[in-house]
């Protein structure tokens, strides 16, 4: 069975970095698109960056757009989102999610693959 585990969560400060990463398991991924969501303490489920199956078609949400920075190792079936200059707001649950399409997509609705997430904390 498909298997999408997220890694590299935790509590860091203002202006720190963080390395997320997803590893997938039982198929291989490398033709799926991906993507990272995340959701904060009563707030919706919000798009954070896509990748397409061969990384080079990439997409942002405006409010990490030249601090984030989503890519993939295919040979290693595991996708990253490389964190700088982390802000408060950007403290939730990040998921990872994948397609079978191979394009990459802002909508959650689009994937049907999920990781369980993992905790992103950032103080002020």
């Known amino acids: 069975q498909a298997q999408l585990v997220e890694s590299g969560g935790g509590l860091v400060q203002a202006g720190d970095s963080l390395r997320l990463s997803c590893t997938a398991s039982g198929r291989t991924f490398s033709n799926y698109g991906m993507g990272w969501f995340r959701q904060a303490p009563g707030k919706e489920r919000e798009f954070v960056a896509a990748i397409s199956w061969s990384g080079t078609i990439t997409y942002y949400a405006d409010s990490v757009k030249g601090r984030f920075t989503i890519s993939r190792d295919n040979s290693k079936n595991t996708m990253y989102l490389q964190m700088n200059s982390l802000k408060p707001e950007d403290t939730a649950v990040y998921y990872c999610?994948?397609?079978?399409?191979?394009?990459?997509?802002?909508?959650?609705?689009?994937?049907?693959?999920w990781g369980q997430g993992t905790q992103v904390t950032v103080s002020s």
């Open positions: 999610a994948a397609r079978q399409l191979g394009g990459p997509s802002r909508a959650a609705a689009q994937y049907p693959y």
